[in-house]
């Protein structure tokens, strides 16, 4: 009953504006569980993406130069694929969800415009350039491991669809894939200490979209590095420290994120008994609280309405794997949907500060 009460009422607290927008773009399912993304809402997510994927300003490149020559090289020249959104991993993670979109909506009335789009983008010159990058001076630890983690997203999309445009961007973007998983396999043994922030270097978060990647394509001698690394970092821990979280510009929740890579990394048995250790109830319970974002134009604040995403598809997967029994698959069950419920009107805020990005993050928590 609980459940079922908790969209209206956050609803009346809602701006009339955000309310009609929701309405449109999602709904909630018949037995409140979750949302569902309309075809409109589809259609409107995509439209930003399309945008962006081909605005080369603003843009932040993170390039280390080397010389004067590589120093004056444009956006475009540096990245002839992932160019747009503001930076390199937003670019892919952009173009991981127009392919979800359209695999999940294919009478869009933007699916033309999609293809169009990605099949400038993703070629096998532009593919070649971008692997050509990791192999400048200075750049072997460049968008480690977030943007290594959605190239691997970005080619899983791929794979798992039969589609004659999708074989041939698949085809196409096969050395980037392998140049992230050579440079990942390397990285692994190497990385004594994992990476807890909540924003990209997130080591939990890269290491959950690798294994995903890992086992839908059959990768297993990946898999298996993924998991022994997982395990080296995580196993022993205890007690985290959930009360710390967040910090002001998190999109990732850590203590989350970990836990949601240990439920598929251990045995059912084993991350019963690893989880038990990892979060109290008092913890969980202050990860239900949910994000204040207090100014939406600040391109660091708004992470935080990320955050209100990523903890809630982190939420739901951990309570997929709790007992019907156990209390807290309820607590997560419920603060999963009101996360969701809280960041989603914000997607059609019309500030690029969270537009050029948080559109994937949404999709990603409706359709995961």
């Known amino acids: 009953m609980k459940r079922t009460i908790l969209f209206p009422l956050f609803f009346f607290l809602l701006p009339v504006w955000a309310i009609s927008q929701v309405n449109d773009l999602f709904k909630m399912r018949k037995d409140s569980t979750g949302f569902e993304l309309t075809l409109k809402g589809a259609s409107h997510l995509a439209s930003l993406p399309l ?22 090289l444009m956006p475009k ?3 002839p694929t992932f160019y747009g ?6 670019s892919v993670h952009g173009h991981w969800m127009l392919i979800r979109l359209l695999k999940q909506f294919p009478s869009m009335s933007e ?30 630890s460049w968008e480690r491991t977030y943007g290594w983690a959605w190239i691997l997203k970005l080619d899983e999309e791929l794979f798992s669809w039969n589609d004659p445009d999708a074989k041939r961007w698949h085809a196409a973007l096969q050395p980037l894939t392998q140049k992230i998983i050579d440079l990942w396999t390397k990285f692994l043994p190497r990385q004594t200490y994992p990476n807890r922030t909540g924003v990209h270097p997130n ?37 985290a420290p959930a009360t710390w979280e967040p910090n002001g510009s998190d999109f990732l929740s850590p203590c989350l994120e970990e836990a949601d890579l240990m439920r598929k990394v251990l045995s ?3 991350f019963m008994a690893w989880f038990n250790q990892f979060l109290t109830l008092q913890s969980l319970n202050h990860l239900t609280i949910l994000p204040v974002v207090s100014d939406r134009t600040d391109l660091q604040i708004v992470h935080l309405d990320g955050l209100s995403f990523s903890r809630s598809w982190c939420m739901k997967g951990l309570a997929s794997v709790l007992s019907p029994n156990d ?4 607590i997560l069950r419920r603060s999963a949907l009101n996360h969701l419920s809280r960041a989603l009107p ?12 948080l559109a994937s993050f949404a999709v990603y928590a409706l359709l995961n």
């Open 111 to 140: 699916a033309n415009e999609i293809r169009a789009a990605l099949n400038k983008t993703i070629t096998q010159e532009n593919i070649i350039k971008e692997v050509n990058y990791f192999s400048m001076p200075l750049t072997a």
């Open 203 to 239: 080591t939990a978060f890269g290491l959950v979209f690798a294994l995903d990647y890992a086992r839908t394509e059959k990768n297993s001698v990946f898999e298996k590095a993924i998991m022994v690394a997982a395990k080296n970092l995580f196993i022993k821990d205890k007690n």
């Open 346 to 357: 914000h997607v059609v805020s019309g500030e690029y500060g969270g537009e050029h990005w």
């Open 51 to 72: 945008k962006c994927i081909t605005q080369e300003f603003p843009n932040k490149t993170s390039h280390t130069s080397n010389s004067d020559s590589d120093h004056v």
């Open 268 to 270: 059912p048995k084993e």
């Open 77 to 79: 020249q540096l990245h």
């Open 327 to 330: 209390a807290r698959r309820k």
């Open 85 to 90: 959104c503001f930076d390199w991993h937003s």
